[in-house]
């Protein structure tokens, strides 16, 4: 149960404010759990709006990758460093939470909803998705459930609002240990 302290130290050590936000890292993962559980979600969904995130406390700089117009692949980093962890239904939305961004940003109306800093970053990330890219991801086992993921995630940047201690998900987040 060592990960659940390193997990737990981390949200609660992480006062930098998200790339771009209003929120700090920890704030934003918190407020997309909630958004979870507030829509009814799966505890594996709740549990992965969580650390979807996660990526960029691994990181070791993610303002500078922003700086030098570089993606860091936090879903990436995230998932192979909670893989060894956590279930793949908890792994799968955080791999595919970006690659959702770019297929949902191919609306207008999705699209013009995304805050600044996510424009950015969706360039980084490699932009909208083409009509092939996002036919081959709709047949991804994760489809939908990172789409779900994705819509909590751009809702979950508000400022001063009152959320959650991330040892309040601590029973959550054991019982999706592998």
Known sequence: MRIIDQIT???LSNTSLYIGEKVTMSEHMIQTAMIAEEKNSS???ICSSLLHDYGHF???NPYD???KNKDGKHEDVGYEFLKKY???DVLGPIKYHVK???YLARERKYYSLLSRASKISLKMQGGIMSNEESKKFETNQFFESSIKLRKFDEMAKKSGLKI???NEY???LISKLI
Do not use: D, Q
């Open 164 to 166: 959650k201690s991330i």
């Open 100 to 102: 959702a961004k770019r």
């Open 170 to 172: 601590k029973n959550l």
């Open 86 to 88: 956590f279930s793949k």
């Open 43 to 45: 505890s594996n969904l």
């Open 9 to 11: 130290s981390n949200f």
């Open 58 to 60: 691994i990181l070791e």
């Open 65 to 67: 990758l922003v700086k």
